[in-house]
Nanobody
């Protein structure tokens, strides 16, 4: 089993900053990519930012220039630095990882995904 544990959410005023953290633990051989998604009230869960094992990053247009994703391979961790926060950034933020585990049951395939439970980010006007 794999666990992703997020931290760093909270309440902040518009224009402020927060830094989210997520650490992966459990049984896996490697992490291929890690990402942050968010789900606001009445909205679908959308990709915010992703970073691959090679450091290639992707951002949603709405956060480009304000958010920065980074990772620490030694800690199996991913971070999201969020600056210039806006009320529309209010959402539950979920950590996601794409992992490889060569000991998965036959037929399951070695590559699989995992989700954290989410951390609430609230930005007040």
């Amino acid at each position: 089993q794999v666990q992703l544990v997020e931290s760093g959410g909270g309440l902040v005023q518009a224009g402020g900053s927060l830094r989210l953290s997520c650490e992966a633990s459990g049984n896996f051989n490697s992490i291929n990519a890690m990402a942050w998604y968010r789900q606001g009230p009445g909205h679908a869960r959308d990709l915010v930012a992703e970073i691959t094992s090679r450091g290639h990053t992707t951002y949603a247009d709405s956060v480009k220039g304000r958010f920065t994703i980074s990772r620490d391979g030694a800690k199996n961790a991913v971070y999201l630095q969020m600056n210039s926060l806006k009320p529309e950034d209010t959402a539950i933020y979920y950590c996601n990882a794409q992992l490889t585990d060569f000991d998965r049951p036959p037929g399951a395939g070695p590559i699989f995904g995992a989700w954290g439970r989410g951390t609430q980010v609230t930005v007040s006007a």
